[in-house]
């Protein structure tokens, strides 16, 4: 019987992982302040509602990290910079519920948006399984304005090596429409 359920575990899995893969995957997350999002994997990317023509910044973090809480003002800085062309979304990962989470983001000044991982659970599996993601943070995800990944990073950077990558794919997609319309 215990080998017949570690097999039928395994399977499981598998097949949870196969199925998160795949591009077309549907997933929803709520933030902190009750705004529901829906995240579809794509063949090269991630599809975020509400965050379409957005350079997005993904951000794996935890509450307790000194590189992801020095992390936070360059994120809040940047995101007022940007604000029209760049959506940062931090999911923390380290075990806070909504309702702690809110309390932090108050006290940080997070500007951006922020979700807990008991919200967002399908989407950490989700970017485990295409990124080969085993939890060190902050974990950042980088998509440009089609949601197709440009950068992954584990660790923190410099606010300023963050500043020229949006400054990068802003003027990739500039370029790329201004040879559209001639």
């Known amino acids: 019987m215990k080998k017949l359920l570690t097999v039928l575990l395994l399977l499981s899995t598998a097949l949870f992982a196969e199925v998160q893969k795949k591009a077309n995957y549907t997933m929803s997350m709520t933030d902190i302040n009750g705004t529901k999002y829906t995240a579809t994997g ?3 990317g991630l599809k975020i509602s509400g965050m379409e023509g957005k350079i997005v910044f993904l951000e794996f973090f935890g509450h307790n990290c000194p590189p ?10 940047l995101q007022n910079k940007y604000k029209d062309t760049l959506a940062v979304v931090a999911i923390e990962v380290q075990g806070y519920n909504t309702a702690q989470l809110k309390v932090f983001a108050k006290a940080k ?18 970017i485990q399984q295409r990124a080969q993601w085993r939890g060190s943070i902050p974990f950042l995800v980088i998509l440009d304005q089609k949601g197709d990944v440009q950068f992954i990073q584990v660790g923190m950077l410099p606010e300023e090596t963050l500043d020229k990558i949006i400054q990068k794919l ?9 040879k559209k319309s001639k």
């Open 170 to 178: 802003s003027t990739t997609k500039e370029t790329k429409s201004t």
């Open 42 to 44: 794509t063949d090269n």
């Open 109 to 126: 000044g997070m500007n951006y948006t922020v979700i807990s991982e008991e919200t967002a659970y399908p989407l950490v599996n989700y």
């Open 68 to 77: 992801c809480l020095a992390s936070i003002p360059h994120l809040i800085h």
